[in-house]
Each structure stands twice: as C-alpha cells, then as structure tokens.
C-alpha cells in the first residue's frame, strides 16, 4: 500500500483564489511528521510547511496551510490567493517515528502539478 | 531557511565513465544527508542516507557498488556514480537535516539541494 497518496495530478486554479492540495497517509506510527515542499520547473525543492503528528493547531506558513484531519488521515495543502509564481509541482511527504529518533526518511507521493491561471 | 548546495548543476558524460556530485550544507551542519533520484514526471525515490563517518544505508534495489557515497564532514556528502550508463540519465537531488535546528523545533525539516540533472550519452 502507497504510504502517501496525492490523488490530483493536475490543478487548475485561477489567480487569486484559494486552492486545495489533497494527500492521505497511511501509517501505524503513533509519532510522524508530514511535509509538503514544491518543485518548480527548474527542479529545486522548496520546503513549504510542516505538521506533526501530536500537533494541537494545524500549521500555517503565511499563505501556506496545512488542514491536518488525524483521524482521515488527510494533510490537505490549502494555498490562499494564488499567484502565478504558485504554479509547480507540489509533494507531500511523511517521516515515521519521532523527530527526535534516528529514522529521518521521507516518503513522498507522486506530487500534483498546479498550474494558476491569470 | 537553511541552505544546500549541489555541484555540478548539469553534467554529460560518456558511457562507462564514473561522475562525482557534490552536497554541502553552507550554513548549517548536517549529520545526515539523503540522496534521491527522480525521473521525469515522477516522485522522489530515496537511493541512500549519509551519515557522517559512516557507512551509507542503502535502499532496498540501489546498488552500493554503483552508488558510492561518501560523507566525509558534517557540511560535505558526495556521490559517484561508477561507470555510468544511459540507464543512470536522471535528476540527483540531495538533502540535508540541519540537526541543531531540528533539534530545537522538534522537527525534521530537510533541506534540498538544487539537484544535479545527469545525462549520460
């Protein structure tokens, strides 16, 4: 079974409004940690947010959110008014195991590509 | 956000020579660094870690014997491909964790390097 799921390989989103990136993840992990960087065309990849597993709030970095459904398994990327410099390609990806333990490796999903329209 | 660097950016290579690409952490140290590998339209596929004085840990199906990877200091890793063949031609990413920092933010954030696009002729 896939540990992380983007369902979207492609999004279409006109500038200035909102859009919403789906992942899912399956882990029997009490402790993880989930991560969406994007990837423009030029191959950087670019940290955008993250969110750990025992984490109250869902996290948000300026324009970046992360809606965080623990229960569904869900860690959907929402991005408020997008700009066209938004279009890339975005991954999600997860840690297992606790930040502070040795296993640092991140799975990722295959990405979804948003492109934002003017 | 911490900063990685990749050298070289692009680089093609006859079949059967061996290239190095380098990973450095510039303003931070990293214990561990991670190499991947993505073919076009695709996802990230985790080839090794790097430890620092230590031997890599390999994923299941990358040979190690091709892949030699070496991270001789806290802010260098570098990984040569030996005798490379068309087959190799991909996009190496690398990434590091910026310990101190991480450890302070109890997260795991890595870092990624620009990636190295490698054609081989």
């Known amino acids: 079974a896939q540990k992380i799921t983007q369902t979207q390989p492609g999004m279409f989103v006109q500038e200035k409004e909102a859009v919403t990136l789906d992942c899912t993840y399956d882990?029997?992990?009490?402790?993880?940690?989930l991560f969406w960087y994007k990837q423009p065309s030029s191959g950087e990849m670019i940290f955008l947010i993250y969110q750990g597993s025992y984490d109250q709030q869902n996290a948000t970095e300026g324009r970046y959110s992360l809606n965080f459904q623990k229960a569904r398994k869900s860690a959907n990327l929402v991005i408020s008014a997008s700009q066209l410099g938004d279009s890339a390609m975005y991954f999600c990806a997860m840690r297992e195991g606790g930040s502070g333990g040795s296993n640092y490796k991140l799975t990722f999903g295959k990405g979804t590509l948003l492109t934002v329209n003017p | 956000g911490a900063v990685v660097s990749q050298h070289p950016s692009r680089v093609i290579c006859k079949s059967g020579t061996s290239v190095k690409i380098e990973c450095r952490s510039l303003d931070f140290q990293a214990t561990t660094m991670f190499w991947y590998r993505q073919f076009p339209k695709q996802s990230l596929m985790l080839m090794a870690t790097s430890n620092e004085g230590s031997k890599a840990t390999y994923e299941q199906g990358v040979e190690k014997d091709k892949f030699l990877i070496n991270h001789a200091s806290l802010t260098l890793s570098t990984l040569t491909v030996t005798s490379a063949h068309p087959e190799d031609s991909s996009f190496y990413i690398c990434?590091?964790?910026?310990?101190?920092?991480?450890?302070?933010?109890?997260?795991?954030?890595?870092?990624f390097g620009p990636g190295t696009r490698l054609t081989v002729l």
């Open positions: 882990t029997s992990d009490p402790s993880y940690g």
């Open positions: 990434s590091a964790k910026d310990l101190l920092w991480s450890n302070y933010l109890r997260t795991d954030t890595q870092y």
